[in-house]
């Protein structure tokens, strides 16, 4: 969670997520999935179960797409 770690592109990202609660309360909870659309966090998930079971059909929801 260091900014020197972040492309420069994606740094919004981390200071967006820094600063909302789960950020603050969870931030070093690993491994971490952040989908960002529009210059906005629309989702977050932890473990690799949230991979599997959350972040994944996020993504397939937002993009339209199916596995």
């Known amino acids: 969670m260091k900014e020197e770690y972040w492309p ?4 919004w990202m981390l200071t967006e997520f820094l600063m909302s609660d789960e950020g603050a309360q969870r931030a070093n909870w690993t491994p ?9 966090i629309i989702f977050t998930a ?8 959350k972040m994944w059909p996020k ?9």
């Not at 420069?8 to 740094?11: G, L, M, V």
């Not at 932890?46 to 079971?53: F, V």
């Open 59 to 67: 993504i397939l929801a937002v993009t339209g797409t199916a596995a």
């Open 32 to 40: 971490r999935f952040i989908l960002g659309q529009d210059n906005k």
């Open 46 to 53: 932890t473990g690799n179960d949230g991979w599997k079971q």
């Open 8 to 11: 420069a592109d994606a740094r």
